[in-house]
C-alpha cells in the first residue's frame, strides 16, 4: 500500500542524495509506522490516506506562517514537500465535482452546516481537503 512506496520513494532519495525528499519520506514513515503502531495491526488504505492528509494539512500551516513572515527560502521548501505529500493521494476533486457530489447526496439550501458535513465527510473522505469541501458545503446550504 501506501506505506511500501514511501518506503521505496525513501530508498531512491537516499540513493539520489535528495536531502529534501529524504526528510520528508522520513517524516511520513515515521507518521505511518506511529499511527500503525497505536491501531495495533496494519493500516487501511483510508487510514493510510488519513495520514498523509494530517501531514498535508500541517505543511499548509507551516507554509502560511512561512509566508506571513516573508520567508522566502521556507517557502520554497514547503512547497516542494507539500507538492510530494500530495503525490500519494488520490486525485483531489475540483470545486465543481464536490458540489456536484453533494447536491447528489442531498446536500441543499436550508440544511445546518454540521448535518452538511456529516454527509460531506465521509463521502469525500481523501478526495478533498477539508477546508475546500467545507467552503463548498457553506456555499450550497447558503
Known amino acids: 500500500m501506501l506505506k511500501a512506496q514511501v518506503f521505496d520513494q525513501l530508498k531512491t532519495a ?3 542524495k535528495d536531502v529534501l525528499a529524504k526528510g520528508v519520506l522520513t517524516l511520513v514513515k515515521a507518521a505511518l ?3 500503525e503502531k497505536e491501531k495495533g495491526s496494519a ?3 483510508e487510514e493510510e490516506i488519513a495520514v498523509i492528509n494530517r501531514e498535508v494539512k500541517q505543511t499548509n500551516q507551516a507554509l502560511d ?4 513572515a516573508g520567508r522566502d527560502d521556507l517557502i520554497e521548501k514547503e512547497e516542494a514537500k507539500l507538492t510530494l505529500l500530495k503525490s500519494f493521494l488520490p486525485k483531489q476533486l475540483t470545486e465543481e465535482e464536490i458540489a456536484a457530489a453533494l447536491t447528489e447526496a442531498g446536500v441543499g439550501a ?3 452546516m454540521g448535518d452538511a458535513m456529516k454527509i ?3 463521502l469525500l473522505n481523501g478526495k478533498a481537503e477539508g477546508a ?3 467552503k ?4 450550497l446550504i447558503s
Open 132 to 134: 475546500v469541501i467545507s
Open 120 to 122: 460531506a465527510k465521509p
Open 136 to 139: 463548498v458545503v457553506k456555499s
Open 65 to 68: 506562517g512561512a509566508k506571513s
Open 14 to 16: 537516499m540513493k539520489n
Open 110 to 112: 436550508g440544511m445546518n
Open 43 to 45: 493500516l487501511t488504505q
Open 33 to 35: 509506522d506511529a499511527a
